[in-house]
Structure formats: C-alpha cells, structure tokens
C-alpha cells in the first residue's frame, strides 16, 4: 500500500527522533496531508497528548494515489522489533 521508499523514511524518521530523545510515548501515529508536490509530500508524527504534533517533508516523487485516503500508520515498539502498521480506525476493505 505504502511504497518502500516512504516507509523507510518513516523509519529514518523515528531513529533520529529517538537518537535526540523526542519520542515520548508508544506507539506514535504518522497521518499524512492530502497535499503534495511533484517530488515531495507531507507527514505528521503524533505522540497523544504528550508532545505537541510534529510534520517533516518525505521526499518522494512517485505515484501519489495511496494519499487523500486518511490513513494513519501506527508505530509500535516490540522487543527487539519497531514495525509500522495501519491504525484500527482505518477502512482498510479497498486494500488488497
């Protein structure tokens, strides 16, 4: 659904975040801005109500259709794993 290329920057995203200890809480939440340009498109990090929201540009210059959708990917921190997965709040019956 999410093109490598994002989802490896959400990851890089969430290292540095961590390596300047800014993540606050687990799981994070990224939701994304319907807007886009030709080579870059708009995410946000949410942390709940313990740190105030913040949004970073991805670069990105390929198809752009899994946007507008609302989806929000939830970051959550395993034992010796960090995996990205879509939110429960999501109506995932158009992913296959």
Known sequence: MFPQEVTDQLFDV???MHKADQLVTAPVAFAFS???TEDELYA???QGNLAPAQEFPL???GKKDFLGHG???IAKDNP???YIDF???N???EVQ
């Open 14 to 16: 969430i290292a540095l």
């Open 34 to 36: 319907d807007d886009s």
């Open 44 to 46: 946000m990090l949410i």
């Open 59 to 61: 670069t990105y210059s």
């Open 71 to 73: 989806y929000i990917l």
């Open 80 to 82: 010796k794993a960090i």
């Open 87 to 89: 939110s429960k709040a």
């Open 91 to 93: 109506n995932l019956d």
